[in-house]
């Protein structure tokens, strides 16, 4: 029901910003939980960050709270991940999950991805 385009991703420098854009189309985009997943070389995939579909809450993994925001605009049917204080190990491939009426944060209950932006951090 909705499909997901990323973009954003790039090469920085520890300590530098990236902010990842996520287009969405297709029917009942506000009815989706929106976030962003992250898979690093040799790992498995993990929940970063997700705003709810009603908009009220969002979520985040420890490892990236007060570092990144997650917003979305859903007049634009754009979901972002401002990321700042970036370090080498946020590098990864990042991916765009949606959810239909339940939380992304369960990576079992994503019903849609983007086809994922890579974003290296170098040190």
């Known amino acids: 029901q909705v499909q997901l385009v990323e973009s954003g991703g790039g090469l920085v420098q520890a300590g530098g910003s990236l902010r990842l854009s996520c287009a969405a189309s297709?029917?009942?985009?506000?009815?989706?939980?929106m976030g962003w997943f992250r898979q690093a070389p040799g790992k498995e995939r993990e929940f970063v960050a997700a705003?709810?579909?009603?908009?009220?809450?969002?979520r985040y993994a420890d490892s990236v709270k007060g570092r990144f925001t997650i917003s979305r605009d859903n007049a634009k049917n754009m979901v972002y991940l401002q990321m700042n204080s970036l370090k080498p190990e946020d590098t990864a491939v990042y991916y765009c999950?949606?959810?239909?009426?339940?939380?992304?944060?369960?990576?079992?209950?994503?019903?849609?991805w983007g086809q994922g932006t890579q974003v290296t951090v170098s040190s």
């Open positions: 705003r709810n579909w009603s908009g009220g809450l969002t």
């Open positions: 297709g029917r009942s985009y506000t009815s989706y939980d």
């Open positions: 999950a949606a959810a239909y009426l339940v939380t992304v944060q369960n990576i079992h209950q994503v019903s849609a």
